[in-house]
């Protein structure tokens, strides 16, 4: 019953700014995390970001330090990702995922049981 849908991805400049978003529904527990992963053509898919439902704990790949802002909304049902100093490196399927976290490894996608379907984000030059 858990699904997870992701939006917002498109196409910007370097340098530019998109928003993701995550709708979540079907959890009947608030104990999970929700992060976000992407995964470039011929790279292996990586975490970008994850924040507690229960908390607001974030965590951020190094990559995006500083430049991605993750959050939720007050009813613990959207999950966005504020992506912004935009690079072409960052150009990937954006994936948002939910899971419990039993071994606090917030960065493998292995950590995580439920998906999203994705959305592409691209970063011209």
């Known amino acids: 019953e858990v699904q997870l849908q992701a939006s917002g991805g498109g196409l910007v400049q370097a340098g530019g700014s998109l928003r993701l978003s995550c709708i979540a529904s079907g959890f009947t527990r608030d104990d999970y995390s929700i992060a976000w992963f992407r995964q470039a053509p011929g790279k292996e898919r990586e975490g970008v970001s994850s924040i507690s439902v229960r908390d607001g704990t974030t965590e951020y790949a190094d990559s995006v330090k500083g430049r991605f802002t993750v959050s939720s909304d007050n009813a613990k049902n959207t999950v966005y990702l504020q992506m912004n100093r935009l690079r072409p490196e960052d150009t990937a399927v954006y994936y948002c995922?939910?899971?419990?976290?039993?071994?606090?490894?917030?960065?493998?996608?292995?950590?995580?049981?439920?998906w999203g379907q994705g959305t592409q984000v691209t970063v011209s030059s």
């Open positions: 995922a939910a899971g419990l976290l039993y071994g606090d490894s917030w960065c493998m996608d292995y950590e995580y049981d439920y």
